[in-house]
């Protein structure tokens, strides 16, 4: 299942699917790579370096900066998603709400456009995925981004998106769009709403009841 969107800033889209994919043409240039971000479904730290390694990785690779400006980007990166004082620590030392954090402090070091985010509640308990959501909005409205995020996680998909697009497995083809909350209250396809609702449990503001 694939999901391809480049949207408008200040929006925030969910996904029912699995791969977020960008096509640029032939003509796109290193510059452009700099405004996307991506946070990827594992976390995909290098865990052989720390955590400030893993996230001076794209400003050494795209930002002509001086190794002292660099670190303190590092640490203020990491101070935003509650990670300050772990920039030594290695990603074999954290919880996996802590790398999928570290994650996110990388995928933003170079303040992009779009940000990508693969299933990133994916293998958390719920306090964490809520806590993860919650940080997901204010990093969005920091950097005035939009954010793209591939989920099945209904309370995800409630509390942070505020326009989704659902893709049919069999047809490989999106099959509605739209604000989540209105689409539960509207959607007439039983597909679309045997998700929205689990299968028969209604979902409102990001929870079950």
């Not at 960008?22 to 971000?37: I, P, T, Y």
């Not at 964490?128 to 998909?157: C, F, N, P, Y």
């Not at 909350?181 to 503001?205: C, Q, W, Y």
Request: glycine letters at 8%; charged letters at 20%; a negative charge.
């Amino acid at each position: 299942e694939y999901i391809a969107s480049v949207l408008p800033q200040f929006d925030t889209r969910a996904a029912s699917g699995k791969t977020v994919v960008l096509h640029l043409g032939n003509g796109a240039s290193m510059c452009a790579m700099e405004n996307f971000g991506v946070l990827y479904q594992s976390g995909a730290l290098w865990t052989s370096m720390t955590l400030a390694e893993n996230v001076a990785l794209p400003l050494q690779e795209y930002a002509d900066l001086s190794p002292d400006r660099i670190s303190e980007i590092v640490s203020f990166k990491l101070s935003l998603v509650g990670l300050a004082g772990f920039e030594e620590y290695y990603p074999s030392e954290l919880s996996g709400g802590m790398k999928k954090r570290a994650g996110l402090a990388r995928a933003m070091a170079l303040d992009p456009q779009i940000l990508f985010f693969d299933e990133p509640s994916a293998g958390l308990d719920p306090v964490s995925a809520r806590l993860l959501d919650k940080l997901i909005l204010e990093i969005r409205d920091s950097l005035g981004a939009t954010v793209v995020i591939v989920t099945h996680e209904l309370a995800s998909i409630f509390a942070v998106g505020n326009n989704s697009v659902f893709l049919d497995t069999e047809t490989k083809t999106m099959i509605a769009s739209g604000n989540p909350k209105e689409l539960l209250a509207t959607s007439s396809d039983p597909r679309v709403r045997n998700f929205l609702t689990s299968g028969g449990e209604d979902i409102h503001e990001g929870g079950r009841k």
